[in-house]
């Protein structure tokens, strides 16, 4: 099937509104799709955050290019029903402008982590922050699985109080450094930083490439 089968919606002003955008948090612009596990990625680390969108057939720079075949409607699909886990649905919807067609690929926000594969076919989480996608650590999605549990519960000893005190006088810190400065395990250090930012006393901010525990009152 050809694009110009497609049913195609005239609204060059929406389209041109959503470039004028940029691209953000919510909204990605894609020149073309050629890799339906590579898009993937793209939808999980939407899901993961608040959801957002794709334009397929736009540049970087914002120049629309169109896409070039209904390949590219089918490619997304696949991405979102077999490269992502749990499956996922998204709506497309084709545009013609000026006789250039753009796709709007609308993702919804997921109620649980959502994977998609790396490089080497491993299944990971991903994530929007800013205008990129990010692969999330297990750290970080350890969290995720446990704020989806109704309560996390703490015996508040002075293990504890000693790792709060040492990350609310850092500016950032990791577990590795928690739990050698504090003669700690490592498995103690992921559990217990896992629920003081399940109880928002402290959280996992991503500043400058890294992922690092902060105290909540502080400010990357």
């Known amino acids: 099937m ?90 497309q919807t084709l545009y013609c402008i000026e006789g250039k067609y753009v796709l709007l690929v609308k993702i919804c926000k997921s109620t649980v982590p959502v994977l998609a594969q790396d490089d080497n076919r491993k299944w990971q989480p991903y994530y929007r922050i800013d205008d990129e996608n990010i692969q999330v650590p297990p750290l970080v999605l350890r969290l995720w699985n446990t704020r989806k549990k109704k309560s996390a519960l703490l015996h508040f000893s002075e293990m504890e109080a000693r790792l709060l005190d040492f990350v609310s006088k850092s500016k950032g810190t990791y577990v590795l450094d928690i739990a050698k400065s504090l003669h700690l395990s490592r498995a ?29 009152s502080v400010k990357p």
């Open 2 to 91: 050809e694009i110009k089968n497609f049913r195609a919606i005239h609204d060059k002003e929406l389209i041109l509104e959503l470039i004028e955008e940029g691209e953000h948090e919510e909204q990605d612009f894609k020149f073309s799709i050629s890799d339906s596990r590579k898009i993937a990625r793209s939808i999980s680390a939407f899901a993961n955050n608040r959801g957002g969108r794709l334009l397929v057939g736009v540049k970087d720079n914002g120049n629309i290019a169109g896409i070039r075949s209904d390949e590219e409607f089918y490619m997304i699909e696949q991405a979102a029903e077999m490269y992502c886990r749990p499956a996922q649905k998204v709506d």
């Open 188 to 216: 103690f250090t992921e559990s217990t930083v896992v629920t003081l930012c399940s109880l928002d006393v402290l959280k996992l901010d991503y500043v400058d490439g890294e992922w690092r525990i902060v105290a909540s």
